[in-house]
């Protein structure tokens, strides 16, 4: 399977503590953007094929979510987040609402060999080791 994204938000008035966040059977948003993956599957909010897809998506959620006025500049955002899911990295924004809720949205990078792909049609694998060199 090629290279895809799969985008997750979450959105509350307080982020969840360290303990229920680490938990991979919480709905709270992870640590580390891998384990997004690992959430339970109604987080998970879209499969998305090109990084201009995600940067669509994640643009796309900055209206339907939008940041308090001053947090940053969403040109340059956006721009960040391009060359990031171009370069076939994993994005995370965190932010806050004009209304106080924080908001954390991920595109991670897909397939990994951390976690299977969310929508089981990728299985990790490790090649096994196949030198020919020849020991002195
Ligand atoms: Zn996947």
Known sequence: MHTHWHTYTWDGLAI?????RARASSSSPPFDPADWLAKPFDLHRAVLVRASDAE????????????LAGQFGRAELLSRTAKDLDAGRDVTWRYRTHDARHVIAAAVRCPRLEHPCPTGHFTPSVEPCRSTAALP
Not at 16 to 20: A, D, G, K, L, Y
Not at 56 to 67: E, K, Y
Request: proline share 12%.
């Open 16 to 20: 969840p503590t360290t303990h229920v």
């Open 56 to 67: 669509s998506w994640l643009n796309a959620l900055l209206t339907d979510l939008p940041a």
